[in-house]
């Protein structure tokens, strides 16, 4: 299995403030990788894909980067709605397709 | 507008059954695979199974492998989950999926629905 580790767990941040969340595969999965957003009691919502590619109705201040076995989801001037916990996913490999842990992005 | 909307969670004794159903609305349900990921409390997400878009192939994680049975019936626009043989550690809150692709492989989820609770207790 591809092992996903996001770092950190929890980080703490500002309206306004700029914050930077690491994913790091196991292995090579090129630049298939996704982020999602979710908040308690709600349907996680998709932000990025193919590690770079924001999908259609993300704000454009999340971005993605990174290839190979390391990847960074950056959140530019917070805004209150964004405090919530992300997760990464590889969709390299299907058997099984692996999470991040999540990093809980409180204020 | 793509909604996915989830039913037949509940509580049950380990040993027991269930199934679970996704309704579908809003794209061409048959061409595109779609996912269960379940989120136990106070943990992350987790990919349970996949199911290619004319549900000809199907694929689970090792921890669900022989008690879950993914299904679909494009006719109905619905997704299914079987689950057999629950366990204390299923308790979860599980979602349904839109898959990215017709396929099982290279899928990201776009699209998810609400969850719905699914508790295993004596």
């Known amino acids: 299995d591809i092992q996903m580790t996001q770092s950190p767990s929890t980080l703490s941040a500002s309206v306004g403030d700029t914050v930077t969340i690491t994913c790091r595969a196991s292995?090579?999965?090129?630049?298939?990788l996704a982020w999602y957003q979710h908040k308690p009691g709600k349907a996680p919502k998709l932000l990025i894909y193919?590690?770079?590619s924001l999908e259609s109705g993300a704000p454009s201040r999340f971005s993605g980067s990174g290839s190979g076995t390391e990847f960074t989801l950056t959140i530019s001037s917070l805004q209150p709605d964004d405090f919530a916990t992300y997760y990464c996913?590889?969709?390299?490999?299907?058997?099984?397709?692996?999470f991040g842990q999540g990093t809980k992005l409180e204020i | 507008e793509v909604q996915l909307l989830e039913s037949g969670g509940g509580f049950v004794q380990p040993g027991g059954s269930l199934i679970f159903s996704c309704a579908a609305s809003?794209?061409?349900?048959?061409?595109?695979?779609m996912s269960w990921v379940r989120q136990a409390p106070g943990k992350g997400l987790e990919w349970v199974s996949v199911?290619?878009?004319?549900?000809?192939?199907?694929y689970y994680s090792d921890s669900v492998k022989g008690r879950f049975t993914i299904s679909r019936d494009n006719s109905k626009n619905t997704l299914y989950l079987q689950i057999n043989s629950l366990r204390v550690e299923d308790t979860a809150v599980y979602y349904c999926a839109k898959g990215s692709s017709g396929t099982y492989v290279k899928n990201y989820f776009d699209y998810w629905g609400q969850g719905t609770l699914v508790t295993v207790s004596s």
């Open positions: 193919k590690a770079s």
């Open positions: 996913q590889q969709y390299n490999n299907y058997s099984p397709y692996t």
């Open positions: 292995q090579s999965i090129s630049s298939w």
């Open positions: 809003g794209f061409t349900f048959s061409s595109y695979a």
């Open positions: 199911i290619s878009g004319s549900g000809g192939s199907t």
